[in-house]
């Protein structure tokens, strides 16, 4: 049996016919070979596979795709625009987040979900967030670094975006 | 996982009938249980009844003097909601302590309870803040609700509609969680009533003490509440230690360690809600 899902895809509107049993992690790589979406364990403990369905972060291994018809999902690949890495992208290369950059995808999923919650957070606060994903080489101090350097960053550029253009007015 | 069927009601009537035309299908709630557990091939439902699609399972509310919270809420909500976390800031800081984010963004109130995991949290909440279970066909109050280990009072094919609690701001909940797993080794979750007057009422029951993790399903500890009728203090419960004989020996812990992690838990939290009481920005 299978049954007709459409979604919002990282803003594409999307449909694909799904068997009841696909995971939201397979349906992700395997139908739209969106392959930064890491499946590390299938069983809801590394959070390599996090993605977000309606702006929160949730294990893509422990979901079903038919649970995400009308959602809006949003991966790792819907973060960069234009050949520019979104601002916790970067951060994670500038402060060397990453070595094999397995997890990497998840970690920076589970970042912005922590983000909303707490715009400026302490060390204390992103540790405790990233219960849920596991990384097998950095060690996470870089990694805890990166997060609170990516969201310092992404409330500059929300500065930036609130103020007016100044050039804005000249004609 | 097997193949099987999934269908999304709108309504408890129509998942009702669904669950009554197909006698092997399962609710699916936050799945965060029931589909590890399904990829495991443990568990092989010819279908699935998604409760996502039931608009009255949802939201918290006040009813009277007392907070109903609906059996599809997540984890999350309730430790955002703030409502809970000033009527009931025990509940709310466990919620904020289940799991991981992940799993608190999709998990349920309604599914954990449905589940009745000795190791859960709620449970201890649930008895301890003397809440009542709804289901579609009647109310159920907690302290007869969970029966066994992974058993509880419902039917076969009974929906749990939604969870109500009376309003306790002096409550809270500590545990002593496996490291690996977050589950609770050992969590102590107590309660206080207050009369009209604000004052804690002299009753027998204006404390409760409830344990989960420790045994194979959650239970009160009478001496301790009585005790602390007498006296709400740290101290007055310091020699009460409950029988190790009675407790889970696993591989994560001994009985007589959980035996004396109950104590420890149950004093650290009477002493949260001291600090609650004389500094309210203090709740956990
Ligand atoms: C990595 C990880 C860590 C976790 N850590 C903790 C923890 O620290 N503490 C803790 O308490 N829990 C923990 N959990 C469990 C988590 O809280 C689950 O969400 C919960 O046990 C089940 O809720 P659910 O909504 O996912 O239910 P589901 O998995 O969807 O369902 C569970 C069962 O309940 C039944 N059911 C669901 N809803 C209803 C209803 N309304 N009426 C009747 N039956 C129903 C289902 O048919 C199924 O049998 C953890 C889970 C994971 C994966
Ligand atoms: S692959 Fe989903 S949590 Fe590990
Ligand atoms: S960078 Fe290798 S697992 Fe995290």
Known sequence: MSIDISLDLNGDAVSATVE????????????????????????????????????????????????????????????????????MQQAFQDHHGLQCGFCTPGMIMSALDLVRHHPQPDEATVRRWLEGNLCRCTGYHNIVKAIIAGAKEMQKEMQKADRPDPTAAID | MYSFGY??????????????????????????????????????????????GIESLRGIRREGHRIRIGAMVRHSKIAESSDIRQSLPGLAALAADIGDPQVRNLGTIGGSVANADPAADYPAALVALDAIVHTHARDLPADTFFTGMF????????????????????CAYRKFPNPASRYPLVGVFIARALNEAGDHERVSDAV????TGAGSSVFRVREMEKALCESFTPEAISEISVAADDLNSDIHAGGEYRAHLITVMAMRAVADIIAARSNPSLVR
Do not use: W, Y
């Open chain 1, 20 to 87: 009841e049993r696909t995971l939201l992690a397979s349906l992700l790589r395997d139908r739209f070979r969106l392959t930064g979406t890491h499946i590390g364990c299938d069983t809801s403990q590394c959070g390599a596979c996090v993605v977000h369905v309606d702006g929160r972060s949730v294990k893509s291994c422990a979901m079903l795709a038919v649970q995400v018809d009308g959602c809006e999902v949003r991966t790792i690949e819907g973060l960069a625009s234009d050949g520019v890495l979104h601002p």
């Open chain 2, 7 to 52: 269908f999304r009601p709108s309504s408890v009537e129509e998942a009702l009938t669904k669950l009554n035309e197909a006698p092997e299908a399962k609710m699916l709630a936050g799945g965060q249980t029931l589909l590890p557990t399904m990829k495991q091939r443990l568990a092989r439902p010819s279908d699935l009844i998604d409760l996502a």
């Open chain 2, 151 to 170: 058993e509880t009072a419902l039917d076969e094919r009974e929906i749990i509609t939604g969870i109500s609690f009376p309003l306790r701001p002096l």
């Open chain 2, 208 to 211: 409760r003490v409830a344990v």
